[in-house]
């Protein structure tokens, strides 16, 4: 059974940094999950994309956080990873992974976010 697990979230200050990891388990390798992404959902607002990366390495980012937002991954480790730079408050949300395997999603549990002004 996939699981993945995320870490990293907290409040930070408007044009401040984090670095959200997502630890893997459940699967011989991490490039099994194709993709592997970020999505972030804020109160009273639909879950959308952040980033994804896929098993290539191929990457693709929101409009909104391109330039600011890095997605990576760790295959030793099973972890994939959003640095996020150049915080803002509208970036404020819950933060979850998700991974696909075999037709099915799996997420984390989220992570929240919260940037003051």
């Known amino acids: 059974q996939v699981q993945l697990v995320e870490s990293g979230g907290g409040l930070v200050q408007a044009g401040g940094s984090l670095r959200l990891s997502c630890a893997v388990s459940?699967?011989?390798?991490?490039?099994?999950?194709?993709?592997l992404g970020w999505y972030r959902q804020a109160p009273g607002k639909q879950r959308d994309l952040v980033a994804v990366?896929?098993?290539?390495?191929?990457?693709n980012y929101a409009e909104d956080v391109k330039g600011r937002f890095t997605i990576s991954r760790d295959s030793a480790k099973n972890t994939v990873y959003l640095q996020m730079n150049s915080l803002k408050p509208e970036d404020t949300a819950v933060y979850y992974c998700?991974?696909?395997?075999?037709?099915?999603?799996?997420w984390g549990q989220g992570t929240q976010v919260t940037v003051s002004a």
């Open positions: 998700n991974g696909n395997r075999a037709f099915r999603a799996y």
């Open positions: 459940g699967t011989g390798s991490i490039f099994s999950i194709n993709p």
């Open positions: 990366i896929t098993s290539g390495g191929g990457t």
